[in-house]
């Protein structure tokens, strides 16, 4: 089989497609022929080793990917089942997506919903999964259209795509912060979003702990000065899910927000998530999200690219979501 290889060997980093041995696949009670994979955030870090995101040498990265069980030794599953994976450290400490074929634990697996063809559950992938996981937090913390508009950071990247399609198909009125207004508004507005801001309004620190209320709700992909930002400006009873560091890991910020104005922060790991959750939020993704808009955000390429494609989405210059086709 063909994989995307990792290694490091004396501090030594090489990344490269190459011939795998099935034999060389990790235990597990599963064996999945992976149809496709796809580039997140976390896979550029790791494949162009500018995060210790990868714990053992040699790995196959890819924290997830969609295609057809050829084996188990589980009952959950059956041969030809479509399943999907998204994260459980896939591509971090265990081989990952980035191949022709994985071994991996039937736990970690969910099916693939009806709906979606196996290449669509790859478009929406762990960056699409995690969008809808945010939504569902807001949800949760009684953020309704009704109570007002909703922040997306990142909009242009993969999870904050999928989140202003969703959240626009839901009737909630979009605000999309991008540091790509002039370049991608259009693509902006024809996923819905309702008004765009430049990333620039909310990057900076030193603000102030409480500013005027201007959104409801957030999904933040930013951290760093960007979520502290959000958070002075969330209205009362507001929630915002934060599930990304882009901007930066730290979080410089005050408790204002949450005494003063009963503000949530939702934090959001969709790496260990429960496989109930998973289910609930794939079921959602299946009603909730327009697929000819997820066509629309969608790009494929094939494995040898994938190293080029890695090191443009760590620079933020990757728009909406990366299908990997680990055939071509
Ligand atoms: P993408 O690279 O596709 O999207 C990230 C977007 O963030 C960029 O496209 C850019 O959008 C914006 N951005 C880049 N740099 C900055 C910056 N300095 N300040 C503010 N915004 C910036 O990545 P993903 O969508 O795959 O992931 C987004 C984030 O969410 C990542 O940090 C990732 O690690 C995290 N994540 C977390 C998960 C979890 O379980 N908690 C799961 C999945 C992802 P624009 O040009 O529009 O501003």
Redesign the pocket.
């Known amino acids: 089989m063909r994989g995307l290889l990792l290694n490091k060997v004396d501090d030594e980093f090489s990344a490269e497609v190459t011939d795998i041995a099935e034999d060389d696949l990790p235990e597990a009670d599963t064996l999945v022929a992976v149809e496709y994979s796809t580039i ?3 896979d ?2 790791a494949i162009t080793d500018s995060s210790p995101i990868v714990r053992n040498w040699p790995m196959v990265p890819g924290v997830d990917f969609a295609g057809t069980v050829l084996s188990s030794e589980s009952e959950s599953f059956g041969v030809g089942d479509r399943v999907v994976l998204n ?1 459980w450290d896939v591509g971090e400490k265990h081989w990952g997506g980035l191949a022709e074929r994985a071994r991996v634990n039937a736990d970690w697996l969910t099916p693939i919903p009806e709906e979606f063809s196996t290449y669509q559950a790859a478009a929406i992938g ?2 699409g999964y ?1 969008a809808m ?1 945010c939504v569902l937090a807001l949800e949760d913390h009684g953020v309704t259209p009704e109570s007002g508009a909703v922040l997306v ?9 999928v989140a202003v399609a969703i959240l626009n198909r839901l009737g909630y009125e979009v605000i ?5 207004v002039e370049e ?1 508004g259009d693509y ?1 507005r024809s996923l819905g979003a309702n008004e765009l801001i430049h ?1 620039d309004e ?2 900076e620190g030193g603000g102030r702990p409480l500013a005027k209320a201007r959104w409801a709700g957030a999904i933040d ?4 000065h ?1 979520l502290a930002n959000v958070l002075a400006a969330t209205g009362p009873k507001g929630c915002v899910a934060a ?6 890991m730290d979080l410089e910020t005050s408790v204002a927000p949450l005494i003063l104005r009963g503000v949530t922060l939702a ?5 260990h998530e429960t496989a109930e959750r998973r289910e609930q939020a794939w079921a959602r993704l299946a009603t909730d999200l327009d697929v000819n808009l997820l066509e629309e955000m969608t790009s494929e390429v094939g494995l040898e690219t994938v190293p080029d494609v890695a090191s443009l ?2 620079q ?6 990366i299908v990997v086709d680990v055939s071509a």
């Open positions: 997140n955030y976390k550029g870090l994260g762990t960056a995690t996981l950071t990142g909009a242009a990247g993969g999870v904050g795509s999309a912060s991008s540091g790509r991608e902006l990333r909310l990057s992909v930013a951290g760093s960007t599930c990304g560091l882009a901007q930066g934090g959001i790991d969709s790496v989405i760590v933020g210059r990757v728009r909406g979501r």
